[in-house]
């Protein structure tokens, strides 16, 4: 799963008290942007030994695009990290993960390194959900918000590039 980082951070309701026939002062009412304001998605990779590649994402993940990621991103950096072909790489459920050209291209790549079977409904088995939490944290920690995707953007790169070793081990 691909974490969407979103300029604006909307995590609650609001709740705006008011006497009966004042719902609609501008006392009253609290406007709020839709979606987020915008926002990016994020693929990475990361083993005990270091922090792989982050590709911001500006479209929604097609089966063909996430191939382009896998080869293009992830064949190099296993075959750096695990040169002797012992890697494991765990991806969940998404339908572009399960996309029968993306099976295709790790059969062909076996002898390089294994993909690992997924559980459905197992989201608290995977590691990089405990990262995109850290980095949601560290995200919302600064100020002033992110004004625009770019800066959001360049954040978040920030964020992964300097995570501590001893977070991600």
């Known amino acids: 799963m691909n ?12 709740r705006v008290c008011h006497l009966p026939g004042e719902q609609l002062l501008p006392s009253c009412t609290v406007g709020h942007t839709q979606a987020g304001g915008g926002g990016i998605m994020l693929w ?16 929604t993940m097609k089966s063909v695009n996430y191939l382009t990621i ?16 012992n890697g494991i790489f765990q991806q969940d ?23 690992m079977s997924w559980p459905p ?4 088995l995977n590691l990089m959900e405990h990262i995109w939490d850290v980095m949601e944290w560290l995200l919302r920690a600064q100020t002033p918000p992110c004004p625009n995707i770019s ?10 590039y300097n995570l501590s ?3 991600y081990q």
């Open 3 to 14: 974490p969407r980082f979103l300029i604006h951070h909307v995590d609650s309701c609001v």
């Open 44 to 59: 990475r990779t990361f083993s005990w030994a270091a922090l792989g590649p982050v590709v911001a994402i500006e479209q």
């Open 70 to 85: 896998i080869a293009d991103q992830l064949y190099p950096y296993m075959a750096f990290v695990f040169p002797t072909g």
């Open 93 to 115: 459920n998404a339908p572009c993960h399960k996309a029968w050209i993306v099976l295709e291209w790790f059969e062909d790549h076996t002898d390089e390194f294994y993909l």
């Open 121 to 124: 409904n197992s989201l608290d």
């Open 151 to 160: 800066t959001l953007r360049d954040r978040c790169l920030d964020i992964w």
């Open 165 to 167: 070793l001893v977070m």
